[in-house]
Every structure is written in structure tokens, then in C-alpha cells.
């Protein structure tokens, strides 16, 4: 199976590309160091055909091996999209973490964007036996405060469950400035993990980079 997920990165990355967007966020936090990114290409010679890379990495000051708390996480998925309109697009390819391993995946993303606020929403499932399936949500309000400088707020979650049991989710919270293409202030996440929900949370300053 990864031998397939390079191949998918080897072909979307020999393809001309006509238009990219992407985020870049790194929180440090008292419980550990976060990072993901976000990146969505469309292809120059196929309309509305593209491909997305979504990454996570967290880091853990402390490991514990006793602690249900899964301390150190790897995800990456890699999807090629197509834009059925405006506001949502249909995606397949190949989900990751260093917990499950590879697998086949297939989604939907619906974002509105309106004036000074956005949302986005995406399912997936993965598609092999006792797989699992994520909802993904997103909401940001950016309204200017004075010239080149606006407010920064984001609240992001994600569930993901399984037929018979509560997987992994999180509730983050960023609140801060933004100038430019930079956003930067406080942020704070909460963890739940396993069939119990154990509860961690990390609070911390992020800095966030558009391009």
C-alpha cells in the first residue's frame, strides 16, 4: 500500500500545476509541538481536477508507555479531487497514520467562504473492513481591525469512530491576530483517544502561514 501512496505523490507532482493554496500552522504547547499543513493543486490541462495533501504531526515532550494517551502521532493523506461546483469537491486516495497504517480513502469537502468568515466540512471513510470514518469541521472569522491587521479565530474538530467503538478526536481553538499572510497568537486543542475518550489538552502560541 505505500508503494501506491508514492506513486499517487510521483504522478500528481509531474503534472503542470495551475493553481496552489495551502496553510502551514506549528503550535508549541506545554504538552507538545504541533504541526499541520494543507496543501490543494489543480491540474493545468484537466478542469477542476487536482489533488490534496492534508498532514499532521505531533510531538510529545514526554513519553509515558503506560499512558493510554497515544503520545507521538504521524498523519498523512493524499487525495486526488474533483470539483463537482463551486463549494464541494470529491476526493480519493490513500490515508496514513504511524497507528493504522496505510489505507484506501475516499471523501467529500464542502466549503462556503462569505465577507470575513469560512467553513469547511469533510467526511471520509476509509475503504477496507472494520475501517474507519471521520468528520472533519472548520470555521474561521478574520475581521479587520485596522489597516493590514485583522482578528485571527479559528475552531476545528474532528471525530473519527469506527462500528463499535470512539477512535480519536479533537477540539482546537485559535485566537489571535493576523498581518499580511501571517497569523500568530494563543491556541488550545483537546484530545480524546480510545474507547474511553481519554482526555488530554495543550495550550500554547501558535504561528500560522497562508500561501
Keep these: 500500500m505505500k508503494y501506491l501512496f ?17 496553510t502551514a500552522d506549528l503550535m508549541a504547547g506545554h504538552e507538545y509541538l504541533h504541526y499541520q499543513q494543507s496543501l490543494t ?34 498523519m498523512n493523506q493524499v487525495y486526488l479531487t474533483a470539483r463537482i461546483s463551486k463549494s464541494l469537491l470529491i476526493k480519493g486516495g490513500l490515508f496514513y497514520t504511524n497507528t493504522v497504517g496505510y ?3 475516499i471523501g467529500l469537502q464542502y466549503g462556503i467562504r462569505k465577507n470575513n468568515w469560512m467553513m469547511v466540512i469533510s467526511p471520509r471513510a476509509d ?19 485596522r489597516k493590514n491587521i485583522r482578528l485571527y479565530s479559528r475552531i476545528q474538530a474532528m471525530s473519527s469512530v469506527s462500528l463499535k467503538q470512539h477512535n480519536r478526536s479533537y477540539q482546537l481553538i485559535r485566537l489571535g491576530i493576523e ?12 484530545d480524546e483517544y480510545g474507547r474511553n475518550k481519554t482526555l488530554q489538552y495543550n495550550s500554547g502560541i501558535f504561528v500560522r502561514k497562508v500561501f
Design 6 to 22: 508514492f506513486a499517487v505523490i510521483f504522478l500528481v507532482r509531474s503534472q503542470n500545476i495551475h493553481a496552489q493554496s495551502g
Design 41 to 74: 493543486y489543480e491540474f493545468k490541462q484537466y478542469s477542476g481536477v487536482g489533488w490534496q495533501h492534508l498532514a499532521t504531526m505531533i510531538k510529545s515532550y514526554q513519553q509515558d508507555k503506560k499512558s493510554p494517551v497515544q503520545k507521538d502521532e504521524i
Design 103 to 105: 489505507r484506501p480513502s
Design 127 to 145: 475503504l477496507v473492513k472494520k475501517g474507519a470514518f471521520e468528520m472533519f469541521l472548520a470555521t474561521e472569522f478574520r475581521p479587520p481591525l
Design 179 to 190: 498581518t499580511k499572510t501571517i497569523q500568530l497568537g494563543a491556541g488550545l486543542t483537546f
